[in-house]
Structures are given as structure tokens and as C-alpha cells.
């Protein structure tokens, strides 16, 4: 790649400021000084400026453990963004895969690789999410069957796939679904004559919610947990 694109995708400077800095002699590649902005950079080489390591291009994954009050999008005029909890450079080029509602927590992923984000939100590719919920009324004995085989729920065409629910106390259940529609835990519970309280997301595919990072944290996924959602 080239060097001045290489600084791009890995920073918040523009290409002007960028070829500017190279031309300053600001950027050394593997120790040696570089001012051309059109010299090639190798895979594995290190790129630094002012002598700090640079990040290496490339998709980016990232799970954050969301709290309540931010919204699942990359703009908003009356909420603070999940990805105003993030500090990475080129934040307009990150996605968020599978949507949280504001008042839900837990397990949020984002990436800007596209392809990998559709193979967790793709109803077609069957990737289960895992939500602990908290219900305003006891669960009902046919709730579990009426989730796994289905529910038609308002304004839908189709009903759900099967869910999987597992009862913990009385008012509170995991859920285990393949699909995300609009508000979907919720109008499932609403669809039985009860009410989520409290929704929390535990597990999205084979990624589990690490229990390390408080509210409002995030890490870089590791590469078992990259590999393990297939595009
Ligand atoms: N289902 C919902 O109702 N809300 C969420 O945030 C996620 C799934």
C-alpha cells in the first residue's frame, strides 16, 4: 500500500496533511526516515510517526459492552452514539452489527468489514444472540413453546424462526434468537401478554460478552473470535 494511504486509513489526518508530514521528514518506516508519499509499504513493515508505532490498516473488530442511553447509530441529534465510546481514528468508516435499542445493554459489536458484519445480521445466515431478560410479569408455562415454534408478530409477514427459551427465576429467561427484527425481544414477550424490563445481550454467535470490560468499554476481538463468525 501506498505510504500516504497507509497513514490515512490508520489516522485522522487528511492526505494534505499527511503528504505534508511525509514531506517533513515526520514518518520513519522499519527506523528509516521516508518522504516520498508514493514509496510502497510491505506487510509486516512498521510504520511510525514522531516516533509512535502507527496501527496496521486493515478491517478493525471491535465489542463494546453498551449501557443504557446510547443509540445503535453512527449520528443522532438526541442521543449520545455508542460510537462516541470508542476512540479509534476514521470512526465514520466503522458499522454497527446488529442493533441494540437505547435502553438495552450488553454485547455490541462493531467493524468496518462489511461482509463480516452482514454474516451476523443476515436473517438468512441463522447467527444466534443470547439476551438475559428481566420480565415485568411471571413467564407463562406456554411462553418456551410459543417461542419455539414461532410467533407472528405485528406487521410481519413471516413468524420468527424458533427460539430457544430457558427459564432462570420466575420473571427472568435467556433467549436465545437467530434472527434481529425491529424490537424483536420485546414484541415477542409483548406477543405473549408480558413486558421486558430489563434486556441485556450475553452472546452474539460463538462471541460471548467479556465479563473484564465494564459499561462503556470496549476491546479488539481476538482472532478466535473474528474466525469464528464465517462470511
Ligand atoms: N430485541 C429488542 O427488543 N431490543 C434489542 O435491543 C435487541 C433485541
Sequence with gaps: MRLDKYISQTTDFSRKEVKKMIKNGWIDVDGAIQTDAGSQVMPGQQVCLDGEPLAQPGPRYFMLNKPQGYVSV???????????????????????????DIDTTGLLLITDDGQWNHAITSPRKSCNKVYHVTLAEDISNETAPRFSEGI??????????????????????????????????????????????????????????????????YRPLTEAEISSVQP
Excluded: C, S, W
Design 74 to 100: 453512527t449520528k443522532d441529534a438526541n442521543h449520545p452514539t455508542v460510537l462516541e465510546l470508542i476512540e479509534e481514528p476514521n470512526l465514520d468508516k466503522l458499522q454497527i452489527a446488529g442493533r441494540l
Design 152 to 217: 407472528l408478530l405485528d406487521g410481519e409477514l413471516k413468524p420468527t424462526l424458533p427460539a430457544t427459551l430457558d427459564v432462570i427465576y420466575a420473571n427472568e429467561a435467556r433467549l436465545t434468537i437467530q434472527e434481529g427484527k425491529y424490537h424483536q425481544v420485546k414484541r415477542m414477550f409483548a406477543a405473549v401478554g408480558n413486558r421486558v424490563v430489563e434486556l441485556h445481550r450475553e452472546r452474539v454467535g460463538d462471541i460471548v460478552l467479556d465479563p473484564d470490560l465494564a459499561e462503556g468499554d
